[in-house]
């Protein structure tokens, strides 16, 4: 079995070689980040959109512009929240989950008793599993509470449940390495509150992505669908064989098997599961994951063309016999 790491689509690279040679010519910027910018406001349906240097740097806008204590899940969230948030001097509110998942009880009574300015939420659980994010949006709009979804895992969503202008007051997403825009790097911001942008716009000016990034992401941001699309079906495949795995009936872009010694088998995985170019296990207790020890097979980070019937069940396979599941 071959497994290879995934790299941004050759086009995107060939762009992105092309924007190099035009470093400093104005007009040729101004065409790369416009037409990225319409790019993702044609993916999102957000009216407004900037390519901005990573993923943080759009938590990093985003938070700017709250004044308030930002609420962030307990648990499959980004760590980047949180260090954010204390950059920022801003009060972190934890908000209980099931594995990560928003319960939408849950939520709704911690925003009427903490009352924060915003929700930080990821649209996976850890990469493992969905978030009720339309259910999650309207209770925060009822409570006036603003909702920052960060989708770096689900650009493209053909269901339209996630990364949906429709259902997020601001969108964050990192498009670096690897991703679901997998450009290596960069990231963007968007909404549909002209505002929201106005009163930052010399952090947005100062974390503004280079021309190269632009140039990339307009190209790889077209691949997104098909990416998520084939990640979330290997993951669906891999959940239903796996004798024990986490949210086994939720969407998700990575999967999540509980074990006793998750370092132990964690390294034993990646030398049985090899991966050209990079890896595919991580380890918890982790904040970005799951608060218990338990290995991720990080689908999400494979070229979608290594994702064939054979390989996942090797994957499968591999699993059982390291973890001893039987
Ligand atoms: C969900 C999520 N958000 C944000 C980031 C940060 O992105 P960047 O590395 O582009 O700052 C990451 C990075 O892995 C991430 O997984």
Known sequence: ME?????????????MCDASLEMGNRPRTKEYRESAEENIEKITGHDHARVL??????????????????????????????????????TVLYLPTSEGVVDEEILEEQLKQKKPDALFITSFAGYMAEQPVKAIFEICEDQGVLLVEDASGS???????????????????????????????????ST?????????????KTLQASPVTCAGLREEIKKAPLNLVKNIDACKFIKKELKTCLHPDKRGI??????????????????????????????????????????????????????????LQEIVATVHRVTGQV
């Open 53 to 90: 240097s990573s993923g943080n740097a759009a938590i990093m806008a985003a938070m700017a512009n709250i004044e308030g204590p930002v609420m962030i899940p307990d648990q499959g969230g980004w760590s980047g929240f949180r260090k954010m948030a204390e950059f920022l001097g801003r």
């Open 192 to 204: 549909s509150d002209p505002q929201k942008f106005q009163d930052t716009g010399f952090l947005l």
């Open 254 to 311: 990575n999967v999540t098997v509980p074990v006793d010694e998750p370092k132990k088998i964690g390294r034993t995985l990646r030398q049985a599961l090899n991966v050209k170019g990079g890896g595919m296990i991580t380890t918890c207790p982790r904040y970005d994951r799951i608060k218990q020890p338990a290995v991720c097979l990080e689908i999400k980070n494979l070229d979608i063309n290594c994702l064939t019937r054979d390989n």
């Open 3 to 15: 497994l290879t790491f995934k790299n941004p689509a050759e086009e995107t690279r060939q762009a």
């Open 155 to 189: 650009v493209g969503d053909p269901e339209g449940n996630l990364a949906n202008g429709d259902h997020s007051h601001v969108l964050v997403a990192s498009t670096g390495s690897p991703k679901v825009v997998n450009v290596g790097n960069g990231g963007f911001i």
